[in-house]
C-alpha cells in the first residue's frame, strides 16, 4: 500500500519555517514526513491525507483507554468549565492522590507534576537531600528524561561507551555538559556483580540507584529472576534509596505498576503517561519517611501547573476505571498483546526472519537478532536497529503505527478483530522487508 502524503508534506513544509526542525519533540522525528493527524480515537488514529492506522504508540504510551475515551472527555469538559488553573488547592488532587495510594505499594505520600523529566529530577533532589549524599547510581540504556542531569549514555555509541561493567558517561545532547556527570555513578542492568562493585567503589556517597524496573526506552527488558530483590536487599544494607521510574510501567503492567506486577517495592516511584490516559500528569510517589523531607520544606519542589485542575480531572476519571475495572482491563489488555506477540513470531518464523520478541503483553519489543535474549543495552545495541527503522516504515505504509524502534503499546480499545487485522499487515510489511 502507497500511502497518500501530499497534504502531510504541505504542511511539514510549512512546520519547518516555524517549528525549529518541523516537529516539537524529537521523539516525533521520522525518516520521512512526519505524521499529522486529524483525530484520533479508540484504536486509531486518521491523518489529513485521509490515512487510517491502527495505533499502538498511543501517545508514546498514555492512551491506555484508547483515544479519547468518552469519560475522560466528560471530566476534562466539566473542569474547564469550573476553572482551567488555580494555583490553589483543590478537593481533585487529594482525590488523585488518595487513589495512587490505595494502588501504588510505596505511594505513602505523593506530590503532582506535569510531565515525567519532572517528577524524575524532583526524585532525585529528594534522595539527595534526603540522603545528605551525593551520588546517584544510572543503568546504561535507562531513560529518566531530557534535563541534563540525567541525560546520560541513554543510547550512547557502544565505542564511546567504556566497559560493559563500568560504562562511562556519554552526554545524549550537545550542550549537555560533561561536568553535569560528576554525581552520576553508571553500572551495566540486570548484573547484581556488576552494581554490588559499583556501590563498594562508592561506599557511603550514593544517595540512590534509579531505574526502569522493566527497561521499556531500551526495548522491553524485563529484569532476571531475583535481580530486583537483590538491589533493594543491597539499598536497605546500605542506606540507598531505591527509585522506580514508573512513567511509562505504571498504572500499565498492573494496576500498581511494575512494583506491584513484580513484588519489590521502592522507596521513591515516578509516574506520568498512562495515569491520566492522555491529559499532562505526572507524580512523585514514595515512602512517608523520605517524603516528609518535601512536607517539611527541606527539599524544594514547585511548579506552577502542578495539580493542574483540568489534567487532575482526567487523572481521577482514569485511575478510577483503572482500579474498579481491572479484572476486566488487564488481563484483557494482556491477552491481546500476548495473542499479538504469538502471531508476529509465528509470521517471523514462516518468514524466516530472525526475531525476538520480549514483553508482557501491556507492551512489548520486537528486535530483529539471532540472539536468543536481551539483558541490558549492550544486547540492544547488537541488534538490528536499522531494520526496525524500515519495517516501521512498511508498517506505516500498511496502516500500522509502532513506536520507531520496535516498541508496542496495548490499550483498552483495541479488539480481536484488530488484532487480526494487524496480524496481516505485520505479514505484508515484514515480507517486503
Not at 484504536?43 to 501517545?59: A, E, F, H, P, Q
Amino acid at each position: 500500500m502507497t500511502r497518500k502524503l501530499d497534504r502531510s508534506n504541505a504542511l511539514y513544509e510549512r512546520a519547518r519555517a516555524a517549528i525549529a526542525g518541523g516537529v516539537s519533540s524529537d521523539a516525533r522525528r521520522l525518516p520521512g514526513t512526519p505524521l499529522y493527524l486529524e483525530k484520533a480515537h479508540g484504536s486509531r488514529l486518521w491523518d489529513v491525507d485521509g490515512n487510517t492506522y491502527l495505533d499502538y504508540v498511543l501517545g508514546q504510551g498514555p492512551a491506555i483507554l484508547g483515544h479519547s475515551p468518552e469519560l475522560l472527555a466528560e471530566a476534562v469538559s466539566a473542569q474547564m468549565r469550573r476553572g482551567v488553573t488555580y494555583s490553589a488547592q483543590h478537593l481533585t488532587e487529594i482525590e488523585v492522590a488518595e487513589r495512587v495510594q490505595s494502588m501504588v505499594p510505596c505511594a505513602e505520600l505523593v506530590r503532582f507534576n506535569s510531565v515525567g523529566s519532572e517528577a524524575a529530577h524532583a526524585a532525585i533532589r529528594l534522595a539527595r537531600g534526603h540522603t545528605g549524599r551525593p551520588k546517584i547510581v544510572k543503568f546504561e540504556g535507562h531513560y529518566h528524561g531530557w534535563l541534563d542531569p540525567v541525560l546520560f549514555s541513554v543510547h550512547p555509541p557502544v565505542d564511546q561507551a567504556g566497559p560493559g561493567d563500568q560504562p562511562v558517561p556519554v552526554p545524549g545532547s550537545a550542550g549537555v555538559a560533561a561536568g553535569q556527570a560528576a554525581d552520576l555513578v553508571l553500572t551495566a542492568w540486570n548484573d547484581i556483580e556488576a552494581l554490588t562493585a559499583t556501590i563498594a567503589r562508592h561506599r557511603g556517597e550514593i544517595a540512590a540507584i534509579v531505574m526502569e524496573p522493566v527497561l521499556c526506552n531500551t526495548g522491553a527488558i524485563t529484569p532476571e529472576e531475583g535481580y530486583l530483590a537483590a538491589v533493594r536487599q543491597l539499598c536497605d544494607d546500605e542506606g540507598i534509596l531505591l527509585i522506580f521510574d514508573e512513567v511509562i510501567t505504571g498504572f500499565r503492567l498492573a494496576p500498581g505498576g511494575a512494583q506491584q506486577r513484580l513484588g519489590i517495592t521502592p522507596d521513591l516511584g515516578v509516574f506520568g503517561k498512562a495515569m491520566a490516559g492522555g491529559m499532562q500528569v505526572s507524580a512523585l510517589a514514595g515512602k512517608a519517611t523520605v517524603m516528609e523531607s518535601i512536607a517539611a520544606g527541606k527539599v524544594a519542589h514547585a511548579g506552577t501547573f502542578n495539580s493542574h485542575p483540568v489534567a487532575m480531572a482526567g487523572a481521577r476519571a482514569v485511575l478510577e476505571l483503572l482500579d474498579e475495572k481491572r479484572d476486566d482491563i488487564y488481563p484483557r489488555m494482556e491477552r491481546l498483546g500476548r495473542r499479538l506477540m504469538d502471531g508476529i513470531g509465528a509470521i517471523a518464523s514462516r518468514l524466516g526472519v530472525p526475531m525476538l520478541i520480549h514483553g508482557t503483553g501491556h507492551l512489548f519489543q520486537l528486535y530483529f537478532t539471532e540472539a536468543t535474549d536481551i539483558r541490558n543495552y549492550r544486547d540492544f545495541a547488537a541488534t538490528d536497529r536499522s531494520a526496525m527503522a524500515r519495517l516501521h516504515g512498511l508498517l506505516l505504509d500498511e496502516g500500522i503505527n509502532t513506536v520507531p524502534r520496535g516498541l508496542w503499546f496495548l490499550s483498552a480499545a483495541h479488539t480481536d478483530e484488530d488484532i487480526d487485522q494487524t496480524l496481516t499487515a505485520f505479514e505484508k510489511a515484514l515480507s517486503r522487508l
